[in-house]
């Protein structure tokens, strides 16, 4: 059907949009700018032997406790043009060698809904391609992975970082896997995995799909392996097709909100003695307050706080415990108080105090 603009017809948009990339959100990844640090606030993470979150969407996991820490804007250089924030890991000494069981590495998991359009695990699985700014105290040969959730279909990938202390944009194409079960729906549709160190037995074959569960490829750099190594990432997007177009920059309150569908955290200091929500007092030590979660969670979330919270209905009580009573997306929940202070069968608000300790946080996580 012809166009008319400004009276002419028959003009022509060919060319002028990417079909695959051009609609809709083509970044499969949250918070691949690394702006948003909810956790964190742009403190250091020391990495334990198991899964941490440290900027939105990110985490860090490791076989061996306190061989790297994570951090926003790790070490203050100037990130690549065009971004304001990246993600940076450290070493925190020599560990050499890697035993065959080792991995330590970073991972964004992308929820099943937001790739189930790649068909993977069928015969109509799309090609997609993942890129990013790295730069690294290291040169060499690095790598990374494309897993499923259950962990047994793996694409190992590596690229080069040509220059030490030097941006560079890395871009990887990946046919879709035609085998395998690839989730579609709330849980993990595909993990990104960029290795910092990997053994023998987490290692394999880059370029093509294997039956297994692994971290990187073969003779990839160790990041662990030298003391002090970093290595920085940002400007990170996984998109449909075989070619990598421009960094889908999304506005903040957008970027904040999916992240938010994950992980939600409301911080005193931030929000001058934030207020939680209203309920009633249920018993002389508890209260059931509703706290709206800003968007619909990914399921019903886990609840945890730090610090002072206090539930106030003339009178205060200061929180010992926390649950959230029933919902998955806006919360129901119980604060449990010490003695005193709060009377049952009166309206209450609870609110945080205000420092930077005092907080309350929800997570739905893949």
């Known amino acids: 059907m012809p166009i008319t603009i400004n009276g002419t017809s028959g003009v022509s948009l060919a060319g002028q949009f990417d079909s695959a990339s051009s609609f809709g959100f083509k970044n499969r990844i949250i918070n691949g700018a690394m702006v948003i640090d909810q956790r964190n606030a742009g403190a250091s993470v020391t990495i334990p032997a198991s899964k941490v979150y440290t900027v939105d969407r990110f985490f860090a996991n490791a076989s061996q406790a306190s061989k790297f820490t994570v951090q926003q804007n790790a070490g203050s250089v100037t990130p690549p043009a065009g971004f304001t924030n990246y993600l940076g890991a450290t070493s925190s000494s020599a560990y050499s060698p890697l035993v065959a069981a080792d991995y330590f590495f970073i991972q964004q998991s992308v929820e ?11 015969a109509n699985a799309k090609t997609v391609t993942l890129s990013f700014w790295a730069r690294s105290s290291l040169t060499g040969t690095f790598g990374g992975v494309l897993t499923n959730e259950n962990f047994n279909r793996s694409y190992p990938f590596t690229y080069t970082i040509s220059a030490a202390n030097t941006w560079e944009q890395k871009s990887i194409t990946i046919a879709g896997d035609t085998s395998g079960t690839w989730v579609t729906t709330n849980g993990i549709g595909i993990q990104v995995i960029w290795s910092l160190g990997a053994g023998s037995t987490y290692s394999g074959t880059a370029g093509a799909w294997a039956g297994s569960g692994l971290i990187s490829a073969t003779g990839a750099t160790s990041v662990v392996g030298t003391n002090g190594a970093t290595f920085y990432i940002t400007g990170v997007q996984l998109e449909k097709g075989s070619t990598a177009t421009s960094f889908d920059y999304r506005p903040y309150g957008t970027e904040l909100a999916l992240a938010q569908r994950y992980f939600y955290k409301i911080v005193g200091n931030l929000n001058a ?27 019903s979330p886990t609840i945890s706080f730090g610090g002072v919270v206090y539930v106030y209905d003339g009178g205060n009580g200061t929180v010992t415990s926390v649950a959230i009573n029933a919902g998955d997306q806006s919360c129901s929940v119980d604060f449990t108080c010490s003695g005193g202070g709060i009377t049952s069968g009166r309206g209450c608000v609870a609110n945080t105090a205000n420092a930077s300790t005092d907080f309350l946080q929800f997570s739905a996580e893949l």
């Open 112 to 122: 099943g809904f937001n790739s189930a359009d790649l068909g993977w695990g069928s």
């Open 273 to 299: 003695f934030a207020g939680l929500g209203s309920g009633v007092v249920t018993a002389s030590t508890t209260a059931r307050v509703y706290v709206k979660y800003p968007v619909n969670a990914r399921t």
